[in-house]
């Protein structure tokens, strides 16, 4: 999966940004993203170049410009091929169908990609998967936080430290209303006033709410039930108070878990996302600040290198079982005690997909070394909010504020400075930027 120079009568992988498949997992046709969503998807819909090699395809509804195509190149980003899709659907006419493929790379493995991609199913060299292969029940398992909040109780059995978390911040399963209120009864009684409910399926920190209020408000008990009687499970857990977030990026071949590198993670205050960060040492260890935080400990960076050793241990061992293959990460944060101290969750959330956080790992391949990088999705909001018309603007403007500097050499790589690495002519209401500098950003 690592960008590279085209090899020589290498099949081609069949990329595609499919952001949506939770929801299509959890509501199935029902499911319809709105307006926005679907903007947000066509705008990034070119995300996978950066996780493609140049012989590979990805499949847009829009080729980007040949200029803004050119600008990466400069950059020394490989051009991939692409191929336009018809209504969201692979062109009949595609001369996909006589290609020889090798792999297909959704973003996400689940109904919307399976139907999608079946049509090239048959062309497949590399791979000799069928449709339930590449996603079926116990795959989709696999993306409910509920799943994710029991694997966590796995590894807080096995791995017994004073600066985990406990098994009750691990978060409670519910199917009714009794057990959902019964669960938020329980969590106060310890202690934690605040409470978040999620449900298990959701996308992107969407399709959660937080109960702050001394009592369950009528509105807030209109949303549970709604939300319990439509059929998706709730995770109840406390509100912890989070310093720092980071994620582990994997793909977990026929055979056993790779690991491909740690980034930092930016979230809202609602826990929805806003950048990566990746640190020099990346593809090595975790980012230093995490063991900064837990000092109160004597060799915390081994012990949390032991810790992930014996988490991805166990994470095999779910995986390959079920046949999953691809791209997986695991999201995980260091929060504040009420008495003052920190301690790790070391497992919030898994993450069976391509995420921001890997597109960040591999951008960092693109980089000098002891480079420092920034992944940041920048909404036409926020442009607005600094007094640009449009996305245009802003790119505009970030070109001449962080101008991108190259080390020369066979390969260029980016020393310093900002990109773009979504068209800014034709994004509408999202722009994805890298930013590189020799201190952290």
């Not at 319990?228 to 994997?250: A, H």
Request: hydrophobic share 40%.
């Amino acid at each position: 999966m690592e960008s590279g120079d085209s090899t020589e009568g290498r099949a081609s992988s069949v990329f595609v940004f499919n952001p949506f498949a939770e929801g299509y997992i959890a509501k199935g046709d029902a499911f319809t993203p709105v307006k926005h969503q679907v903007m947000l998807a066509n705008d990034l819909a070119n995300l996978p170049q950066f996780l493609c090699r140049p012989d590979d395809i990805v499949l847009v509804p829009k080729r980007p410009s040949a200029d803004f195509l050119m600008t990466l190149e400069a950059a020394g980003f490989p051009r991939p091929e692409f191929v336009e899709l018809r209504e969201g659907r692979i062109d009949s006419y595609s001369n996909l169908s006589q290609r020889r493929l090798g792999g297909l790379r959704p973003w996400a493995w689940g109904p919307d990609s399976v139907k999608l991609l079946e049509p090239l199913f048959a062309e497949m060299s590399g791979e000799t998967r069928s449709a339930d292969q590449y996603f079926n029940d116990h795959i989709a398992r696999l993306y409910s936080k509920a799943w994710s909040a029991g694997f966590l109780r796995k590894v807080l059995a096995r791995c017994r430290e004073p600066w985990l978390c406990c098994e009750q911040e691990a978060g409670v399963t519910v199917d009714t209303m009794d057990e959902a209120l019964g669960a938020v009864a329980a969590i106060r009684g310890r202690g934690h006033h605040r409470v978040v409910v999620k449900e298990a399926l959701g996308l992107a920190g969407h399709n959660a709410i937080r109960l702050w209020e001394k009592e369950v408000l009528p509105a807030q008990r209109q949303w549970l039930g709604h939300v319990l009687s439509s059929g998706p499970q709730l995770v109840v857990e406390p509100w912890l108070e989070r310093e720092l977030d980071f994620s582990i990026q994997l793909e977990m071949g026929p055979h056993n878990l790779q690991f491909c590198g740690y980034t930092g993670l930016i979230n809202d205050r609602k826990g929805q996302y806003l950048a990566n960060w990746a640190e020099p040492d990346y593809s090595q260890r975790l980012p230093e600040k995490v063991a900064t935080l837990l000092s109160g400990e004597t060799g915390m960076s081994e012990r949390l290198q032991r810790l992930y050793g014996e988490v991805l241990s166990m994470l095999e061992a779910e995986l390959h079982p079920v046949g999953f293959v691809g791209p997986v990460s695991i999201d995980a944060f260091v929060y504040r005690t009420p008495q003052g101290g920190r301690r790790l969750k070391p497992v919030v959330e898994i993450n069976p997909r391509y995420t921001m956080g890997r597109v960040t790992a591999e951008l960092m391949k693109y980089t000098c070394p002891g480079s420092f990088g920034m992944f940041r999705l920048v909404s036409l909001a926020q442009a607005h909010g600094e007094g640009f018309a449009d996305l245009a603007g802003y790119a505009a403007s970030l070109r001449e504020r962080l101008p991108l500097r190259l080390e020369s050499g066979p390969v260029p790589r980016i020393a310093q400075g900002a990109l773009c690495l979504n068209d800014p002519t034709q994004a509408q209401v999202c722009l994805a930027t890298f930013e590189v500098g020799d201190t952290p950003l």
